[in-house]
């Protein structure tokens, strides 16, 4: 009996450190919930009172209020969100800009020339290969036409077909 009494009374110390030690590591992991529910609710919304409430319920619940904050938050972070209304912004434009003419904004076929209704003009044809192209464009983008000369004949690396002999070749001797 005494010997057991021993153990215990030996074993007390290191089982009170091993306590303390559990408990510091559980109140440290609840602070880095708290910490990570107020970066991750920061990333959002922009509400203060929204971020008020979700730091609180992490706090005032240790760990199930994790979940329960994942479950409550904005689906999207603000980024997200940015991004997407940039998106469907750019996309809205390039729609209307494409069906609708500069001038009067009444809709046209992204083919025509001209505005039907108030007679500006929307595209032209290249004097070299005859496709519709934009008016803001310096060059074809089809056949490299810019007004002058075909580009893409002077660019450095192009290759242009063999020069045709105008005189036919002299006759061997
Ligand atoms: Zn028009
Ligand atoms: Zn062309």
Request: net charge neutral.
């Amino acid at each position: 009996m005494e010997a057991i009494q021993d153990i215990v009374n030996n074993l007390r110390p290191i089982l009170t450190l091993l306590g303390l030690l559990i408990g510091a590591y559980v109140v440290l992991l609840w602070a880095a919930s708290v910490l990570w529910a107020y970066r991750d609710i920061r990333s959002r919304s922009d509400d203060v009172s929204v971020q008020v409430l979700a730091v609180g319920l992490v706090l005032a619940m240790p760990f199930i209020g994790i979940p329960l904050h994942m479950l409550l938050r904005p689906r999207q972070t603000l980024a997200e969100r940015y991004e997407r209304t940039l998106e469907e912004e750019y996309l809205r434009r390039d729609i209307e800009e494409k069906n609708t003419c500069p001038a009067c904004h009444r809709p046209i076929e992204s083919d025509f020339l001209l505005c039907p209704y108030c007679h500006t003009a929307l595209r032209r044809n290249c004097a070299s290969c005859q496709r519709v192209v934009d008016l803001t464009w310096s060059v074809c983008p089809y056949c490299g036409y810019d007004g002058n000369t075909i580009i893409l004949h002077s660019m450095p690396g192009y290759a242009p077909e063999p020069v045709r002999r105008t005189r036919p070749p002299e006759t061997q001797q």
